[in-house]
C-alpha cells in the first residue's frame, strides 16, 4: 500500500513504512504534483509554485533532477508494492499517475462531498466528516514555507474550519455537546478569530444548559472581533445571542442562508482569487517549455 500526505508536513509510505522525500524543494515539487488531482503541471507553473520570483539560475535543470529523484522513488515503490504510481509527462506538464484515495487531501475532499449528500441527521454524515477531520495531521504543508505551500495552507484552513462546523452541527444533532464544546475549544485556541466555530461553541454550550458560559463566549468574541477588526459579529452569531437572551429554544443546526464568515483564516484575507483547479494563483503567466528531462 502506498499513501501521501499533505494535511501535515509532506509524506510518503511504503506499506506503512516512511519514506526518505528528500530536501525541502524536492518536497515541494511533489507537493504540487500532489495537491492535483488530475490536471498536468506545466514545467513553468511547478518552478513558480517552489521557487516564487526568486528561481535559481538552472531552475531547469535542478527542476529536472528533482523530477528524475522522484519518478525514481516511485518506481522503487511500485516494485515493493506492485502498485503501479508514476510520474508522467505530456505535452502539457507532469502529472503523477496514482488513485485519488492514496492523497489524504483529495480522500478529504471526497469524504467531506459524500457527506454533504447524505440528510442531515444521518449517522454515515457524521462518521464521514470525522473520519475526513481525522486525516489531518497538523497544518496542510507544514514543513514548506514558501510563498505558494504558505497560501495554500491558509485556502485549506479556511475549508477545514467549514467541515468542522457542518461535523458539530451533526454532532448537535445528535445531542453530543460535551465533544463538540471540547473540540471546538482546542481548535479556537489555534484561530481564534474563527466566528463560524465560535458560533457553533456558543450553541452548544447552549444547548447543554450552560447559559451563562455561552453568553460569556459570544461577549469574549464579539469584543475580540471589535478589537481586531472594527466590527460586529456576523448576522447568524447575532441572531443566536438574541435566541439565547429570550431564553427561546435553539433551531436545529444546519448550514445558514447568510454568506460564511471569511475571518477564520489566518493570514489568509482572500484577497487572491483561486486558479481554475483551486489553487492560489502563480506569480506571472505560466510559459510552456519545450524542452523535457
Not at 80 to 98: E, F, N
Not at 102 to 131: I, N, T, W, Y
Request: a positive charge; glycine letters at 6%.
Amino acid at each position: 500500500m502506498i499513501r501521501f500526505q499533505v494535511l501535515g508536513p509532506v509524506k510518503m509510505w511504503v506499506q506503512d513504512a516512511q519514506v526518505d522525500l528528500g530536501p525541502k524543494r524536492q518536497r515541494s515539487v511533489l507537493a504540487v504534483l500532489l495537491t492535483e488531482a488530475v490536471e498536468p503541471v506545466p514545467l513553468r507553473s511547478l518552478i513558480d509554485r517552489v521557487w516564487g520570483d526568486t528561481p535559481p539560475d538552472q531552475a531547469r535543470n535542478v527542476a529536472y533532477t528533482y523530477i528524475a529523484r522522484l519518478r525514481r522513488i516511485l518506481a522503487e515503490a511500485t516494485d515493493r508494492t506492485g502498485t503501479p504510481v508514476a510520474l508522467h509527462r505530456d505535452d502539457v506538464g507532469y502529472r503523477l499517475s496514482i488513485a485519488s484515495d492514496q492523497v489524504d487531501l483529495h480522500l478529504f475532499r471526497c469524504m467531506v462531498k459524500r457527506a454533504r449528500m447524505l440528510p442531515a441527521g444521518a449517522r454515515e454524515r457524521r462518521s464521514l466528516l470525522d473520519g475526513a477531520l481525522r486525516l489531518w495531521q497538523g497544518e496542510a504543508l507544514a514543513d514548506l514555507d514558501n510563498e505558494w505551500a504558505v497560501l495554500f495552507r491558509n485556502n485549506l484552513l479556511q475549508l477545514r474550519q467549514e467541515t468542522l462546523a457542518e461535523w458539530a452541527d451533526a454532532e448537535l444533532r445528535a445531542g453530543e455537546w460535551d465533544q463538540v464544546i471540547e473540540d471546538l475549544r482546542q481548535e479556537l485556541m489555534k484561530a481564534p478569530m474563527a466566528e463560524l466555530l465560535h458560533e457553533r461553541l456558543v450553541r452548544a454550550l447552549y444547548a447543554s444548559g450552560r447559559r451563562a458560559e455561552a453568553l460569556v463566549q459570544y461577549e469574549a468574541v464579539r469584543q475580540a472581533i471589535a478589537d481586531e477588526l472594527g466590527a460586529d459579529p456576523g448576522p447568524d452569531l447575532q441572531e443566536l445571542h438574541r435566541t439565547i437572551l429570550r431564553g427561546d429554544p435553539l433551531p436545529a443546526p444546519g448550514r445558514s442562508s447568510a454568506q460564511p464568515c471569511q475571518r477564520g483564516c489566518r493570514g489568509s484575507k482572500r484577497t487572491r482569487a483561486h486558479s481554475p483547479s483551486g489553487q492560489p494563483p502563480l506569480p506571472g503567466k505560466p510559459r510552456y517549455g519545450t524542452d523535457r528531462p
